[in-house]
């Protein structure tokens, strides 16, 4: 089955500083890449996708990345605000139509 | 629109008890899956009812089950409570039609300890 590592599993930054979160995947079948922003006592929350047949994808200060070659894509945060502290998952959706998660960033924006 | 909606939000279990958890989709979405978060890691797949049958499973044992019913709503279970059962239990909701790209809306969780 498909397998996702995230990196880093914690990332700290200074107020306006841009994140950059990692991830790799497995299944060269996959075809859909989702991020989602989980804040605490709170659902994941979609953020962000990118589809295989698109490189890059942007809104507003968030963009993502994909490498199908290399089979990774990243997530990122540009001008960062405090707000944006939360854990950001990866995921990747393939033949079976269920996502599989990355284990998390916890993202921690310092004013 | 309320979004999807779970409860309990809490729930202290004993091993060997049996747990029930419930889950209200988004409106208009047909499809349901659950997913359980233990700490510190992300959503795992535990199974997808669509047309209140089971249509896809996680590598979960028989003690969790489910159960979707006519009005999309559905039901968690899970019997004989282990230790490592503790965790955030999810519920999302997704309209069919779309599949793959279609956005998975996740409720708030039930938090589940086991001891």
């Known amino acids: 089955g498909e397998n996702v590592e995230q990196h880093p599993s914690t990332l700290s930054v200074q107020e306006g500083d841009s994140a950059v979160i990692k991830c790799t995947y497995s299944?060269?079948?996959?075809?859909?890449f989702p991020w989602y922003k989980q804040e605490l006592g709170k659902g994941p929350q979609l953020i962000i996708d990118?589809?295989?047949?698109?490189g890059e994808k942007k809104d507003q200060r968030i963009a993502v990345t994909l490498n199908k070659t290399a089979k990774h894509f990243s997530l990122h945060i540009t001008e960062t605000q405090p707000e944006d502290s939360a854990v950001y998952f990866c995921?990747?959706?393939?033949?079976?139509?269920?996502?599989?998660f990355g284990r998390g960033t916890s993202l921690i924006v310092h004013p | 629109d309320a979004g999807v909606t779970q409860s309990p939000t809490h729930l202290i279990k004993t091993r060997g008890q049996q747990v029930t958890l419930r889950c209200s989709p988004k409106?208009?979405?047909?499809?349901v899956s659950w997913y359980q978060q233990a700490l510190g890691q992300g959503p795992q797949f535990i199974f997808q009812?669509?047309?209140?049958?089971?249509?896809q499973r996680g590598n979960f044992p028989d003690r969790f089950s489910g159960h979707q019913f006519p009005n999309y709503s559905s039901e968690l279970n899970v019997n004989a409570l282990l230790l490592g059962d503790s965790a955030l239990y999810l519920c999302?909701?997704?309209?069919?039609?779309?599949?793959?790209?279609?956005?998975?809306?996740f409720g708030p969780g039930t938090r589940l300890t086991v001891l």
């Open positions: 999302a909701s997704s309209s069919r039609q779309g599949a793959p790209y279609n956005e998975q809306f």
């Open positions: 299944d060269s079948a996959s075809n859909y």
């Open positions: 990118i589809r295989s047949n698109v």
């Open positions: 995921a990747a959706k393939g033949g079976s139509y269920i996502p599989t």
């Open positions: 409106s208009g979405h047909d499809t």
């Open positions: 009812y669509y047309e209140e049958e089971e249509r």
